[in-house]
């Protein structure tokens, strides 16, 4: 019997309960090889020797620690800006910042605050401007972590929450997107949530979901495809109630962010979603807050390929927690 005759010969209910067999065992296959490939239950927090320390330039840059993960905080406020090649824009950003929160302090002399600039590894003089804040402001309120390489916005978000003092810390960009004094509102609305006590995990996401349709109208179709595609994904895979999880200007609480932050695996664009992902399975309590925004030019996002790269990412993310690769065990807390 010829090979074209045996070929004729099996019939097609053979040949459909063969792919039925064969699917599932390539579906395990692919779950498995992502449990073993990206096996990292607990995130490892880990820094370079450097990045534990800052410089004090009105003290010929003497170093002195950062706190790292103080459960409770000792001051009012951090603000961790995390920055990429931003010697541009950045002063533009912190003039702003500095002038409301000067403010704030003349309007209640016990307010205390700090800004941290992460500085993500990078290749201009981002650090060296940053600096120049601290030597006019002093290092009690301005402070520059300088990482020894680039670790993504998350990452860069992650170490500075972990060298901060703050009871309540801020999230916001280098880029001056989000108007700094939107922070009232976010503020507001966290005292909403955090009950009498004010001692709860809450986070409060600025939300640039109000402008989506003045967005659309300026976008082109392709990119208008990505971006619906994206939405729900995050829907879809892992986070539902959160209209915007990529708007950076994002309030916690301390318990919140330390919560969180110390389960996250996800340094790059898509850290945002797993950080939610992860808020909601702790049943930490969210909000979200309309706030002014505008573009900026100078984005480090890459378009097209940066929505494909957190595309890929979100489906990871939820396959990764599904096969139990990743695990959501955050640092234990006294005050919860």
């Not at 053979?14 to 995130?43: E, K, N, Q, S």
């Not at 103080?70 to 001051?75: A, H, K, V, Y």
């Not at 978000?157 to 901060?164: A, I």
């Not at 929505?307 to 695990?327: C, E, F, P, S």
């Amino acid at each position: 019997m010829d090979v074209l005759a045996v070929f004729h010969s099996i019939s097609l209910a053979t040949i459909f309960y063969a792919l039925l067999l064969l699917i599932p065992t390539i579906f395990v296959a692919i779950l498995v090889g992502i449990r073993m490939t990206t096996w990292d239950v607990v995130p490892e927090i880990s820094r370079f020797d450097s990045e534990k320390y800052y410089k004090d330039p009105n003290k010929n840059n003497a170093t002195y620690p950062f706190p790292i993960m103080e459960e409770e905080g000792s001051i009012d406020l951090s603000v961790i800006v995390p920055s990429y090649n931003e010697e541009e824009r950045l002063p533009v950003m912190l003039d702003e910042t500095f002038e409301y929160l000067e403010n704030e302090k003349k309007n209640k002399p016990s307010f205390t605050y700090e800004i941290i600039v992460v500085d993500d590894g990078s290749k201009d003089a981002t650090s060296k401007v940053a600096l120049e804040y601290s030597k006019k402001y002093g290092v009690h309120q301005m402070r520059v972590l300088t990482l020894e390489k680039n670790r993504g916005k998350g990452g860069a978000v992650r170490l500075g929450v972990f060298s901060s003092r703050g009871r309540r810390l801020l999230m916001a960009d280098a880029d001056g997107a989000s108007k700094f004094a939107d922070l009232a509102r976010l503020e507001r609305a966290l005292d909403d949530l955090n009950g009498k006590k004010g001692n709860k995990a809450v986070i409060i996401c600025g939300s640039r979901a109000h402008l989506q349709e003045e967005a659309v109208a300026q976008r082109s179709l392709f990119r208008n495809f990505l971006m619906y595609v994206f939405h729900f994904l995050v829907w879809f895979l892992c986070v539902r109630g959160i209209k915007d999880t990529q708007c950076g200007f994002k309030l916690f609480t301390r318990p919140a962010a330390l919560l969180t932050f110390s389960a996250l695996h996800v340094e790059r664009w898509a850290f945002d979603v797993e950080l939610l992902y992860i808020a909601q399975q702790l049943k930490i309590t969210l909000g979200e807050v309309a706030i002014n925004w505008e573009e900026i030019e100078g984005s480090k996002m890459v378009p097209v390929w940066s929505w494909l790269q957190m595309g890929k990412d979100l489906l990871l993310i939820n396959l990764r927690y599904v096969v139990g690769a990743w695990r959501i065990e955050p640092m234990k807390l006294k005050t919860q």
